[in-house]
């Protein structure tokens, strides 16, 4: 038995398979416990910061370069935005309510 972090009403869900509930009754998604939204939101950003990291350390490298080739601009910018994305799902993660698990049935 899980209670809605946002709704308050209880119902059934299988923490087996999936950490991630969705409300039947209010329709929300939210972590059932803390660990699994902390854990994922940490991996992201982690490889966020990884790919920003490799993403300014390729813009500084070939700045030289990218005057004459045009297309490493492309480049940049699919780094930075891939960056992007990872972190903004890491705060996803961080801001996610966290329903209470009540025990088994």
Do not use: W
């Amino acid at each position: 038995r899980v209670t809605c972090a946002h709704c308050h009403d209880t119902f059934l869900f299988n923490t087996l398979n999936n950490a991630l509930a969705r409300c039947p009754h209010c329709r929300k998604v939210s972590s059932v416990g803390p660990e699994f939204a902390r854990t994922r939101s940490i991996i992201f950003l982690i490889f966020g910061l990884v790919v920003l990291g490799i993403g300014i350390g390729i813009t500084v490298g070939t700045m030289q370069s990218a005057v004459e080739k045009g297309g490493l601009y492309v480049v940049y910018v699919g780094a930075f935005l891939i960056a992007l994305l990872l972190l903004l799902r890491s705060l996803y993660y961080c801001t996610m309510k966290i329903s209470l698990l009540e025990g088994p049935v």
